[in-house]
């Protein structure tokens, strides 16, 4: 089963924030966030192991509720190069990509 | 450095044809996944591997067929090809623990036209 993110549209003026969310049906052992620009292969953030969290990149954060099956992805005074289509990938017994969010980012 | 390296990057096929796409690793990674991206669309599993010799079905095996019989390579071979596999496919590579799975290292993609 397919994660499912929210929203499935972000836009931003430079220095704003944004959260997606991530939202499974399975238990899940870890989530992956991953960052896609337009015509290139996605790009790591950050994992979150079960039972931890690990902040990977720049003004950019996560957090994992083992229990609601949920992770969030923050965005804290938000680049021009933030741009792009952000998935998170859930891990139960083979790592699944989620719907996808795509954010953009204006002066 | 090269990473992973996928073969050929844009290929056009007639219904019904065959044809298998390249992906080689040099990071003595043991696991190895192929993905398809429809336009828009997400990532969908297609084949992972967690070493040589080890396949598995992902979300979306149908019509197509894979081999591990070395760590560097992980071929994705298309059988009687259908418009429905017109996608990017990307093949990419990770070294950890399955179940606790590290960073996804992604190759270009290959672009794959079926008419």
């Known amino acids: 089963q397919q994660p499912v993110q929210s929203p499935q549209a972000v836009i931003l003026r430079e220095g704003e924030d944004a959260v997606i969310n991530c939202s499974s049906s399975?238990?899940?052992?870890?989530v992956h966030w991953y960052r896609q620009k337009h015509g290139e292969a996605p790009v790591f953030l950050m994992i979150?192991?079960?039972?931890?969290e690990q902040k990977g990149h720049e003004k950019i954060s996560a957090s994992f509720n083992e229990k609601k099956q949920q992770s969030s992805l923050y965005l804290t005074a938000s680049q021009l190069s933030y741009s792009g289509t952000y998935f998170c990938g859930t891990e139960s017994d083979k790592l699944i990509f989620g719907t996808g969010t795509r954010l953009q980012v204006f002066p | 450095n090269a990473g992973v390296t996928q073969t050929p990057k844009f290929r056009i096929l007639k219904i019904g044809q065959s044809m298998t796409l390249q992906c080689t690793q040099d990071m003595n990674h043991n696991y190895m996944y192929w993905y398809r991206q429809d336009p828009g669309m997400g990532l969908k599993l297609i084949y992972y591997s967690v070493g040589a010799g080890i396949t598995d079905k992902g979300e979306v095996p149908n019509g197509y067929n894979v081999s591990r019989s070395t760590t560097e390579d992980f071929p994705l071979r298309l059988e009687l090809a259908a418009p429905s596999q017109t996608s990017v496919y990307f093949c990419?590579?990770?070294?950890?623990?399955?179940?606790?799975?590290?960073?996804?290292?992604f190759g270009e993609g290959s672009r794959l036209t079926v008419l």
């Open positions: 990419a590579s990770s070294g950890t623990a399955y179940t606790n799975t590290g960073e996804l290292f």
């Open positions: 979150l192991l079960k039972g931890g």
């Open positions: 399975k238990a899940l052992y870890s």
